[in-house]
């Protein structure tokens, strides 16, 4: 997920540096303007975490609950769930990378943060939490 926001963010610097393209690359840039476009991107990461049911698992998990009630089909597998998991903090990144602060911040709102979770062994995913909600 970290990838694939970092290629969405890359691929929109390449598309904003005007000067330094040719003619061609401008033509081709103008008659396709849905790729890596920001609604894209969001649709997909919004897709991982409704299939994986993460916002009704967590909130379970935060109440004393059985997550797995309120996983659903795809959730129960641990990689929908970490997919999921992690397509949050990248939505927090992305909002974050967009201005959109409030935002960020509230796709986190099932995310107990002062909290140890499983997920918090993902050192990566850990950093990259604390330092967007410090952004934000």
Not at 9 to 14: D, E, G, L, M, P
Not at 23 to 40: A, C, F, R, T
Not at 105 to 132: M, W
Request: glycine share 6%; net charge neutral.
């Amino acid at each position: 997920i970290d990838e694939f926001i970092y290629q969405f963010q890359v691929f929109s610097q390449y598309r904003c540096k005007v000067q330094k393209k040719t003619d061609e690359e401008i033509e081709y840039l103008k008659q396709n303007p849905m790729v890596w476009s920001v609604h894209g991107v969001l649709n997909v990461l919004h897709s991982l975490v409704d299939k994986s049911n993460i916002n009704k698992q967590l909130e379970a998990y935060n109440t004393q609950g059985i997550p797995d009630q309120v996983a659903g089909e795809f959730g129960r597998h641990s990689l929908y769930k970490m997919l999921g998991y992690f397509s949050l903090v990248g939505l927090l990144r992305l909002h974050s990378l967009l201005g959109d602060y409030y935002q960020a911040i509230k796709v986190l709102e099932n995310i107990e943060l002062n909290k140890k979770s499983h997920y918090s062994r993902v050192p990566g995913c850990q950093i990259t939490t604390y330092y967007y909600v410090g952004f934000a």
